[in-house]
């Protein structure tokens, strides 16, 4: 079994800046990627930030220069530093892990999710 656990959610007033925390424990044998994707009210899921094993990030367009992924691999955690918070960035933040265990050979990959954070930015 994999879990994915996030922390760091909370009330935030606007120009604030706090980093979640996401943290994959269990059965794992390979980490693809990691990511965070938001869901506001009435909205859909939608990507926020992304890093691959190899490092490589990709972001919303909306929290371009505001946002920064990080991760530590060898403790399976990933770090999502929000500044410049705005009241448009409230949402449940979820954290995913693409991962890829093997038995006998054979691979086979998933994605799992954590049950979300709530960040509300309010004055």
């Known amino acids: 079994q994999v879990q994915v656990v996030e922390s760091g959610g909370g009330l935030v007033q606007p120009g604030g800046s706090p980093r979640l925390s996401c943290v994959a424990s269990?059965?794992?044998?390979?980490?693809?990627?990691m990511g965070w994707y938001r869901q506001a009210p009435g909205k859909e899921r939608e990507l926020v930030a992304r890093?691959?094993?190899?490092?490589?990030?990709n972001y919303a367009d909306s929290v371009k220069g505001r946002f920064t992924i990080s991760r530590d691999s060898a403790k399976n955690t990933v770090y999502l530093q929000m500044n410049s918070l705005k009241p448009e960035d409230t949402a449940v933040y979820y954290c995913?892990?693409?991962?890829?265990?093997?038995?006998?050979?054979?691979?086979?990959?998933?994605?799992?999710w954590g049950k979300g954070t709530l960040v509300t930015v309010s004055s």
């Open positions: 890093i691959t094993n190899g490092g490589t990030t």
């Open positions: 995913n892990a693409r991962i890829t265990n093997y038995l006998k050979g054979a691979g086979w990959t998933r994605d799992y």
């Open positions: 269990g059965s794992i044998d390979s980490i693809n990627a």
